[in-house]
Protein backbone atom coordinates (compact mmCIF):
# COMPACT_ATOMS: atom_id res chain seq x y z
CA UNK A 1 0.00 0.00 0.00
CA UNK A 2 1.28 3.42 -0.85
CA UNK A 3 0.20 6.89 0.55
CA UNK A 4 0.81 10.24 -0.66
CA UNK A 5 3.02 12.24 1.25
CA UNK A 6 3.91 15.74 0.60
CA UNK A 7 3.31 15.10 -3.27
CA UNK A 8 5.20 12.23 -2.91
CA UNK A 9 4.28 8.34 -2.75
CA UNK A 10 5.51 6.07 -0.06
CA UNK A 11 4.85 2.95 1.02
CA UNK A 12 3.15 2.86 4.29
CA UNK A 13 6.19 0.69 6.20
CA UNK A 14 8.35 4.00 4.98
CA UNK A 15 5.48 6.42 5.94
CA UNK A 16 4.80 5.15 9.85
CA UNK A 17 8.62 4.99 10.22
CA UNK A 18 8.60 8.30 8.89
CA UNK A 19 5.79 9.28 11.38
CA UNK A 20 7.08 8.18 14.60
CA UNK A 21 10.71 8.95 13.55
CA UNK A 22 8.92 12.40 13.32
CA UNK A 23 7.17 12.22 16.36
CA UNK A 24 10.07 11.13 18.40
CA UNK A 25 11.89 14.28 17.77
CA UNK A 26 8.77 16.41 17.60
CA UNK A 27 6.94 15.11 20.92
CA UNK A 28 9.64 16.47 23.31
CA UNK A 29 9.77 19.61 22.14
CA UNK A 30 5.99 19.91 21.81
CA UNK A 31 6.28 19.06 26.00
CA UNK A 32 8.74 21.64 26.70
CA UNK A 33 6.56 24.15 25.22
CA UNK A 34 3.74 23.53 27.00
CA UNK A 35 5.87 23.43 30.16
CA UNK A 36 7.23 26.98 29.23
CA UNK A 37 3.20 28.44 28.10
CA UNK A 38 2.37 26.61 31.32
CA UNK A 39 4.75 28.04 34.11
CA UNK A 40 4.32 31.94 31.99
CA UNK A 41 0.05 30.98 33.25
CA UNK A 42 0.87 30.29 36.20
CA UNK A 43 2.78 32.97 37.07
CA UNK A 44 0.32 35.35 36.29
CA UNK A 45 2.56 36.48 32.97
CA UNK A 46 -0.33 36.04 30.59
CA UNK A 47 1.01 37.97 27.50
CA UNK A 48 4.14 36.03 27.57
CA UNK A 49 2.01 32.74 28.12
CA UNK A 50 -0.14 33.43 25.50
CA UNK A 51 2.52 34.23 22.98
CA UNK A 52 3.83 30.21 24.07
CA UNK A 53 0.56 28.62 23.73
CA UNK A 54 0.23 30.14 20.18
CA UNK A 55 3.20 28.62 19.08
CA UNK A 56 2.06 25.02 20.58
CA UNK A 57 -1.35 25.27 19.20
CA UNK A 58 -0.13 24.05 15.63
CA UNK A 59 1.44 20.87 17.44
CA UNK A 60 -1.59 20.29 19.83
CA UNK A 61 -3.36 20.11 16.20
CA UNK A 62 -0.57 17.56 14.73
CA UNK A 63 -0.95 15.40 17.75
CA UNK A 64 -5.03 15.58 17.18
CA UNK A 65 -4.37 14.11 13.50
CA UNK A 66 -2.35 11.65 14.91
CA UNK A 67 -4.23 11.10 16.52
CA UNK A 68 -7.52 10.23 14.77
CA UNK A 69 -5.87 8.62 11.92
CA UNK A 70 -4.00 5.65 14.41
CA UNK A 71 -5.95 3.23 12.63
CA UNK A 72 -3.90 3.85 9.20
CA UNK A 73 -0.81 4.03 11.20
CA UNK A 74 -0.71 1.18 13.13
CA UNK A 75 -2.46 -2.63 13.69
CA UNK A 76 -2.89 -3.96 16.89
CA UNK A 77 -2.90 -2.26 20.48
CA UNK A 78 -2.20 1.12 19.23
CA UNK A 79 -5.32 1.05 16.62
CA UNK A 80 -7.79 0.30 19.14
CA UNK A 81 -6.85 -0.34 22.52
CA UNK A 82 -9.39 0.59 25.41
CA UNK A 83 -6.79 2.63 27.44
CA UNK A 84 -5.69 4.67 24.44
CA UNK A 85 -8.77 5.30 23.44
CA UNK A 86 -10.07 6.52 27.07
CA UNK A 87 -6.74 8.35 27.21
CA UNK A 88 -7.31 10.18 23.57
CA UNK A 89 -10.83 11.04 24.87
CA UNK A 90 -9.70 12.58 27.98
CA UNK A 91 -6.59 14.56 25.82
CA UNK A 92 -9.73 15.59 23.39
CA UNK A 93 -11.88 16.85 26.13
CA UNK A 94 -9.39 19.04 27.71
CA UNK A 95 -8.42 20.60 25.07
CA UNK A 96 -12.28 21.73 25.03
CA UNK A 97 -11.53 22.77 28.51
CA UNK A 98 -8.95 24.94 27.47
CA UNK A 99 -10.48 26.45 24.82
CA UNK A 100 -13.38 27.65 27.17
CA UNK A 101 -11.08 28.67 29.55
CA UNK A 102 -9.28 30.70 26.49
CA UNK A 103 -12.48 32.19 25.59
CA UNK A 104 -13.34 33.39 29.20
CA UNK A 105 -9.66 34.65 29.42
CA UNK A 106 -9.30 31.88 33.06
CA UNK A 107 -5.11 32.06 32.16
CA UNK A 108 -4.51 30.09 35.25
CA UNK A 109 -6.63 27.33 34.78
CA UNK A 110 -4.85 26.77 31.36
CA UNK A 111 -1.53 26.54 33.03
CA UNK A 112 -3.00 23.76 34.89
CA UNK A 113 -4.39 21.96 32.13
CA UNK A 114 -1.46 22.41 30.04
CA UNK A 115 0.92 20.92 33.38
CA UNK A 116 -1.54 18.38 34.74
CA UNK A 117 -3.34 17.31 31.79
CA UNK A 118 -1.54 17.96 28.57
CA UNK A 119 1.83 17.13 29.43
CA UNK A 120 1.08 13.66 30.52
CA UNK A 121 -0.41 12.52 27.78
CA UNK A 122 2.59 13.80 25.77
CA UNK A 123 4.39 11.58 28.15
CA UNK A 124 2.84 8.80 27.43
CA UNK A 125 2.57 9.36 23.65
CA UNK A 126 6.48 9.21 23.68
CA UNK A 127 6.21 5.97 25.41
CA UNK A 128 4.17 4.47 22.88
CA UNK A 129 5.64 5.87 19.58
CA UNK A 130 9.07 4.38 21.75
CA UNK A 131 7.43 1.22 21.90
CA UNK A 132 5.78 1.03 18.31
CA UNK A 133 9.35 2.61 16.72
CA UNK A 134 10.94 -0.73 18.75
CA UNK A 135 8.03 -3.05 17.12
CA UNK A 136 8.59 -1.90 13.89
CA UNK A 137 12.35 -2.11 13.97
CA UNK A 138 11.81 -5.61 15.18
CA UNK A 139 13.17 -4.72 18.00
CA UNK A 140 10.31 -4.87 20.70
CA UNK A 141 7.68 -7.41 21.94
CA UNK A 142 4.65 -6.92 20.20
CA UNK A 143 3.04 -4.97 22.71
CA UNK A 144 1.03 -2.57 20.23
Known amino acids: MRVPVDGKMLCLGDFIVDVLSTAK ?3 PRLKTGLKVASLYFQSREEEKGSIAFLEILEGL ?3 NQLMDKRGLLFSGR ?6 IDLKIGGYKEKLREMLAAWENRDYLLIGDLLE ?14 DEAML ?7 DVL
Do not use: N, Q, T
Not at 78 to 83: H, Q, V
Not at 135 to 141: A, K, N, Y
Open 25 to 27: DYL
Open 61 to 63: EWV
Open 78 to 83: LASDRE
Open 116 to 129: YELIPFVDYLIIKF
Open 135 to 141: LVRGEGE
